[in-house]
């Protein structure tokens, strides 16, 4: 018997979409990792392990209908009234009767564990047991072969989050972020002007980002990766020569004490996901920073 809980299998970062007959590709879905294991017994786990059953008790019913012991991977989202995943509606507890469970993975089924057969066959296996599309709020994702341009075409049409690409002879690799499963996001771009930073021992950690409404500046979050080492120095160097005692932004409620205020002039060009409901940045990525050269 395979455990109850094993570490999901993660997908390595992909720069841009391609075609191969050797690859499956699946929508890339906006909600949280979730495991769920059934013997007699349904227990639904985080990404990290954690017991989520009482957390989402709608999905009870439909998975305990499935013929086990099982054990199902895949992603619990709450579709907008668009139909597309929201995860914002996902955060919010009052929204949780509400979850779809979207399922791409068998890891265990019929006494055996399936992590190292092929991923085909895997999928294989999981169409038997979910025989319908669609079992109350438990639904198989959709792969396609070989087109994964056009697909990606279609989810950036749909302003979907992006797409996986999984390599069909793959077996399942626990914990393992694996370049078997490529993940390629459509992401946004825009143009912040830096108000702070957050130092550590280093240099900094993150900057403080805002953008330009009217004859103000709103905040817009913080961007904490996309940097080399090299970058940092340089950035650092900038900024020190732009501190002032206030920021740029009037009354502006942040909980970090050490953050350090600039001079609003610099500016970069930030890839992120999307906005949040409140404003703030979603996934945001530094790429460089703006020169009158640009």
């Not at 959709?142 to 087109?147: D, L, N, P, R, V």
């Not at 009354?251 to 906005?275: C, H, R, T």
């Amino acid at each position: 018997m395979i455990e109850a809980f094993i570490a999901p299998m993660l997908a390595t970062e992909h720069h841009c979409p391609f075609d191969s007959s050797d690859y499956l590709f699946e929508v890339k879905w906006d909600g949280y990792r979730c495991l769920a294991h059934f013997d007699h017994k349904l227990t639904l786990f985080s990404r990290n392990g954690q017991d989520w059953t009482i957390e989402f008790p709608s999905l009870i019913p439909a998975l305990t209908k499935l013929p086990g012991p099982y054990l199902l991977d895949g992603e619990l989202v709450i579709l907008s009234q668009e139909g597309k995943p929201d995860f914002s509606l996902l955060q919010d507890k009052a929204n949780r009767q509400a979850v779809q469970y979207v399922v791409f993975d068998l890891l265990y089924w019929q006494g055996k564990s399936l992590l190292e057969i092929t991923l085909k066959q895997r999928r294989e296996l999981l169409a038997e047991l979910l025989t319908n599309e669609r079992t109350g709020n438990i639904f198989l994702s959709k792969a396609i072969y070989g087109k994964g341009k056009a697909f990606f075409e279609a989810i950036r049409a749909q302003e979907l989050e992006g797409m996986i690409a999984k390599e069909i002879t793959s077996f399942y690799y626990p914990g393992i972020r694996s370049k078997a499963w490529l993940k390629i996001k459509e992401r946004k771009r825009l143009l912040a002007t830096v108000i702070g930073y957050l130092p550590n021992k280093y240099s900094f950690k993150s900057l403080y980002l805002a953008k330009a409404k009217g004859n103000e500046l709103v905040y817009i979050g913080k961007v904490g990766t996309g940097f080399s080492e090299q970058e940092k120095l340089i950035l650092l160097q900038m900024m020190q020569t732009l501190i002032q005692e206030q920021c740029s932004i009037n009354n502006l409620e942040i909980s970090d004490n050490n953050a350090v205020w600039l001079k609003p002039v610099l500016v970069a060009e930030i890839d992120y996901l999307e906005f949040t409901p409140a404003g703030r940045l979603r996934q945001p990525s530094f790429r460089k920073l703006v020169t009158g050269d640009d």
